[in-house]
């Protein structure tokens, strides 16, 4: 008999942890399997990605409308009083403490459960839903995301089996408190290489330029480091180098960041480009890859640069170490814009180094759709 699976993440926008769910779900047994992939909102661009083996599921697991307003009613008056006493308390958190109780079980039950993202769908699972076997992906650094180890314990150490997406990432877990080494495994995001080479092909037309091509690519957060992007646009203009910056994404800060894009008169070098379902082809179109996170949980836009031979900067957050080596497979800088400006320099003004990364980059093998399917397969149905 089949066993009854369910995922559940918020939404199918564009996102680390979207992109890898959606690399997954293909390389399920669905033989032996058969799979709801439960959403908060549905319309994703990533969603027309899920194989039709897959049911996709809209939550609407909510008490009565005019109680639920009620609850958001006060959720949003506890975000408020929170900003007021500078209380540090993430905004899932604060969601779940108060809005609990507007949510009902599901009324199927599962032979797995597996909540996909932190937050909201690793409360909610905990919870409310009914099955065997609990599972819950870990995919950012927690604490620096703005978790708190005291409240989420709870909540991890019910679960039969958290999944970290890095071995740094597993340690941080451990070492700040949010559950036990023995009950972490590690499974790192899977890439489809075939399919990156492939979407990477298609056509674009808006990096069309002779001059030096950056891209950037990933949600328009305080996490993925924009801000720190644009003030390294200022410097590098200002050594005189001619350019354009690609950001590919979206997102909360996207006006703040047009702003200070129009404060520093960086029009002519900075373009955002919006979110797109096919980022490959702007990847592939670049000259450079630059991340500016502040922090990850693995950092799935550099391995996709990397399976398409793209020269990588990164700013140097703790689980970059799992994927470059400085010098040899990409540079990483510290988190400034003084120091990303100095590695992009370094690379624009020696070849040689550039040709020994993209080299280098050409003799890696990225292995782990069929290395970490095997994984996940035999974890859901062990």
Known sequence: MKKNVLFFIESLQCGGA???????????????MDVDLLLLKR??????????????IEFNQRVHPWLFKIYQTLFSLRLRWN??????EHGAETRWKVMQHAYTP????????IAYQQGFPTYYIAGNVHAKKKIA????????????????????YSYDTIVAVSDNLKDMLADDGFVCTEKIVVIKDILNVALIREMAALPQHEIQTADLNLVTVGRMVYQKGYDIAVNTADIIRQRGLKFHWYFVGDGAMRSMIDGLIQEKHLEDNVILLGEKANPYPYMAAADIYVQTSRFEGFGITLAEARILGKPVISTNFPVVHDQIIDGKNGLIAEMNAESIAQQIMRIVNNPELRDSIIHNLQQEHNTTAETESEKVNRLILD
């Open 18 to 32: 979207e992109k890898s769910i959606i690399s997954l779900l293909p390389l399920l047994d669905y033989s032996k």
């Open 43 to 56: 319309g994703g661009i990533f969603e027309q990605y899920v194989p039709k083996d897959v049911h996709i």
């Open 83 to 88: 900003r007021l006493i500078v209380k540090k």
């Open 106 to 113: 599901t009324a199927k039950h599962y032979d797995v459960a």
């Open 137 to 156: 992906w870990a995919n950012v650094d927690l604490t620096k995301a703005g978790y708190n180890a005291s409240f989420n314990s709870t909540y991890y």
